[in-house]
């Protein structure tokens, strides 16, 4: 498991993904907003906790998708 699965996995075991989605986005002059509290150097917007963000936010759509999908496979 690299470094961005593991990340990733701890936003979906946690319920973090949508947090993140919310905080860290462009503040106008194309940094992150959600990062200005940690970094004197402010990261350009998309930072790589809101890539990571993105990528579960994918990740919880396609295992919800499962979800769904398995009642009706059980009951055919
Ligand atoms: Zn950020």
Redesign the pocket.
Known sequence: MNDLAEIIAFYLANGLTGRILA??VDDGTGH????AWQQAAQ?I??????YSAEVAAAQEKQQSARVELSPRAESS
Do not use: E, M, V
């Open positions: 905080a860290h992150c907003a959600g990062c990261p917007y998309p930072c790589a906790l809101r």
